[in-house]
């Protein structure tokens, strides 16, 4: 199946999907050294987002948080692409400072279960399952 979005930040990428519900902090939700989600809230909490491909409907708090996942790109444990229902200021900085494919406008509710593995195409939108 392909689902088209928005596309924000080039580039392409696959890999195993893990879904979050809830918007997530990059400075609190997630550990800074080993990409694990620290939101007991989400169902993703306990995973780690390392060389998955992230869903988030959008990120909450500081901007900072952008550099906590430009942080992960160094030290090789940050996603492979995100997939998110809205892109606010924080998400896409945090993707073109990391060079992280980003497609957004993708609903929930569209992407197979955390798991499936997909491909996303920041280029021109697309995520294939």
Same mark, same amino acid.
């Given at each position: 199946?392909?689902?088209?979005?928005?596309? +924000?930040?080039?580039? !392409?990428?696959?890999?195993? %999907?893990?879904?979050?519900?809830?918007?997530? *902090?990059? +400075? @609190?939700?997630? $550990?800074? !050294?080993?990409?694990? #989600?620290?939101?007991?809230?989400? !169902?993703?909490?306990? %995973?780690?987002?390392?060389?998955?491909?992230?869903?988030?409907?959008?990120?909450? /708090?500081?901007?900072? @948080?952008?550099?906590?996942?430009?942080?992960?790109?160094?030290? /090789?444990?940050?996603?492979?692409?995100?997939?998110?229902?809205?892109? $606010? +200021?924080?998400?896409?900085?945090?993707?073109?400072?990391?060079?992280?494919? +980003?497609?957004? &406008? #993708?609903?929930?509710? $569209?992407?197979?279960?955390? @798991?499936?593995?997909?491909?996303? $195409?920041?280029? &021109?939108? *697309?995520?294939?399952?």
């Amino acid at each position: 199946m392909i689902i088209v979005g928005k596309p +924000l930040v080039p580039g !392409e990428n696959e890999g195993y %999907l893990i879904k979050s519900s809830v918007p997530l *902090s990059f +400075l @609190g939700d997630i $550990d800074p !050294e080993t990409g694990t #989600i620290k939101n007991h809230k989400s !169902e993703i909490f306990g %995973l780690s987002l390392s060389h998955k491909i992230l869903y988030i409907p959008y990120t909450i /708090g500081s901007t900072v @948080g952008a550099y906590i996942l430009y942080r992960l790109k160094k030290i /090789g444990r940050c996603p492979l692409a995100i997939i998110s229902k809205k892109g $606010d +200021l924080t998400l896409v900085s945090a993707c073109v400072i990391s060079k992280i494919p +980003l497609v957004t &406008n #993708i609903k929930y509710e $569209d992407l197979p279960p955390t @798991g499936s593995y997909v491909k996303v $195409d920041g280029t &021109n939108g *697309s995520v294939i399952y």
